[in-house]
């Protein structure tokens, strides 16, 4: 709460608005992934969503940060919103800028859709053991 209203009076001094920080903020949520024995195939982990979706009217997703923990694999990531493209994810964690023209509402459910790039069956399944999903936005 103190750094809050630091950076509130260190806003009102450089002369910014202290109504620049009201409709920022960021949630998170993870949860399991799933598995498949077959490349090739792509599936999605379990659906990501906003603890309270309705009060993120008129909010737009910023950027996003996120961390799978997973069985080895050469494997394509995209973190998808419901009602917009997806993003294709450099790696299994770190922080991505959401492109402003393609910016998915706040409130949107998310999932992680994994494709393993190696052909027919795999010695051993893949396995997303968890997938954890931080979305900052601003209104």
């Known amino acids: 709460m103190m750094m809050l209203k630091r950076m509130i009076c260190g806003a009102l001094l450089a ?6 920080f009201a409709g920022a903020g960021s949630w998170s949520a993870d949860g399991y992934g799933g598995q498949t024995q077959f490349g090739r195939q792509a599936f999605s982990g379990r659906t990501l969503e906003a603890p309270a979706a309705e009060s ?18 050469d494997v394509t990531v995209k973190l998808c919103a419901s ?3 997806c993003l294709t994810l450099p790696g299994v964690s770190g922080t991505m800028t959401w492109p402003e023209s393609a910016a998915p509402r706040a409130g949107d459910s998310f999932r992680f859709v994994y494709l393993v790039n ?3 069956r795999l010695a051993k399944p893949f396995s ?12």
Do not use: D, E, F, H
């Not at 002369?15 to 620049?20: D, K, M, Q």
């Not at 737009?60 to 069985?71: D, G, L, N, P, Q």
């Open 15 to 20: 002369g910014i608005s202290a109504a620049a």
């Open 56 to 73: 993120l009217s008129g909010a737009r997703v910023t950027s996003v940060a996120w961390s799978i923990s997973a069985s080895s694999a």
């Open 83 to 85: 009602g917009a493209n």
């Open 118 to 120: 190696q052909p027919g």
């Open 128 to 139: 997303v053991n968890n997938n954890a999903l931080t979305v900052n936005y601003a209104k």
